[in-house]
């Protein structure tokens, strides 16, 4: 009689890298703008308002789309940024710009009739916001061990040694 055994694997848990999470966060974020502003269409009269030159209280001009380029350019840099920039210069650039979209996200909501769906929106970009505040002030630092150490110095000297 054969028994019956349990072959249950755990998943693999490997961490993600900072930068990693900080990419994705971003990106999702991004995710979010688009896709709010394109079912945003959907509600009663944004598309006539945007026909006759209104937005929100703003008339469509080059001016104000050129502003609109700029605020989302931001987050869109942040994706590359995030994973190309050292990584001191990465966890402080991210500190800085989630921190400044803060009020930016807050300021989508101001005025909606739409609140359920405007505010909604909102309050995801405010925990994706927060997720990236929280990813970047928790960086964790590399402590050098004193095997890296010493090996560094080695290699450094036996390649100085080498040029010589």
């Known amino acids: 009689m054969r028994n019956r055994e349990d072959h249950t694997t755990a998943l693999d848990e490997s961490r993600l890298p900072v930068r990693a999470k900080l990419v994705a966060a971003w990106t999702s974020l991004m995710f979010l703008y688009a896709y709010v502003d394109i079912i945003g269409f959907f509600v009663p009269g944004k598309i006539d308002d945007i026909l006759v030159g209104v937005v929100f209280e703003f008339d469509i001009t080059q001016a104000l789309l050129t502003g609109f380029l700029v605020l989302m350019a931001i987050p869109i840099l942040m994706v590359v940024l ?29 005025g909606e009739t739409w609140t359920f769906y405007y505010w909604g929106a909102v309050v995801l970009e405010l925990v994706l916001l927060a997720a990236i505040l929280r990813l970047a002030w928790t960086w964790p630092s590399r402590v050098a061990s004193p095997v890296t150490t010493t090996a560094s110095v080695y290699d450094e000297t036996h390649q100085t040694q080498r040029l010589a």
């Not at 001191?88 to 989508?108: C, D, E, G, K, Y």
Request: hydrophobic share 60%.
């Open 82 to 110: 995030s994973a190309t920039l050292p990584a001191r210069a990465s966890r402080i650039a991210n500190l800085v710009v989630a921190s400044i979209q803060i009020p930016f996200a807050m300021f989508n909501a101001v």
